[in-house]
């Protein structure tokens, strides 16, 4: 017979006290950790639902105009605004966030890939943050203390996107591992002969 344990578990917070019973080779499972696994859930395609839709409203010429200001200010995005002009600039960011929205969806099927996805979205996250440093539109002038306009808001929020994004890839190499981990122990089990 199998000795139970008492064991600690919370995703990424081994230390964390839960009290969660555990058989030697079964999984654990508590209200925090179904809560974990709901959350990660929501996350992850809440995240690819933003790429895809962002992605899909490139292609409406309000969206080539909204994005004017922040494309023209930008040392990342000037270049390209020049040489390939407005509509096709954001045609082309349109289609890398088609991508990355379908990538991070694809972990339950693909999990590198979905890094790959997370990661390409956490890079894109980073690049929509330094517009608040390049867009003068994005703060409200003569307010004395620095003021975002509604346009810095919209973007400050990125950080929460790059989080997730973050934490998605994250999630994914651990499947991933855990994919690889598994098929290593069936090729090469322990104490068989």
């Given at each position: 017979m199998e000795a139970a344990s008492w064991q600690v578990h919370s995703w990424g917070n081994p230390g964390w006290p839960l009290g969660t019973r555990e058989n030697n080779m079964s999984t654990r499972h508590t209200p925090v950790t179904g809560l974990s696994s709901v959350g990660f859930s929501i996350m992850r395609y809440g995240l690819a639902t933003?790429?895809?839709w962002v992605g899909a409203l490139k292609f409406n010429e309000y969206e080539v105009?909204?994005?004017?200001?922040?494309?023209t200010a930008s040392p990342l995005t000037a270049r390209l605004h020049q040489k390939l002009g407005a509509q096709k600039l954001a045609r082309l960011i349109g289609v890398a966030q088609i991508t990355l929205g379908a990538l991070i969806a694809a972990k339950p099927f693909a999990p590198r890939a979905s890094a790959v996805g997370s990661l390409g979205a956490a890079g894109m996250m980073l690049g929509t943050l330094s517009f608040l440093f390049t867009t003068p539109e994005a703060w409200q002038e003569g307010q004395g203390m620095p003021q975002l306009s509604m346009l810095g808001e919209a973007l400050l929020k990125d950080g929460v996107l790059l989080g997730a994004s973050l934490l998605t890839a994250d999630d994914s190499l651990r499947t991933a591992q855990a994919a690889i981990d598994r098929k290593r122990a069936k090729?090469?089990?322990r104490g068989g002969c």
């Open positions: 933003c790429f895809l105009e909204n994005a004017e200001p922040l494309l090729w090469h089990p």
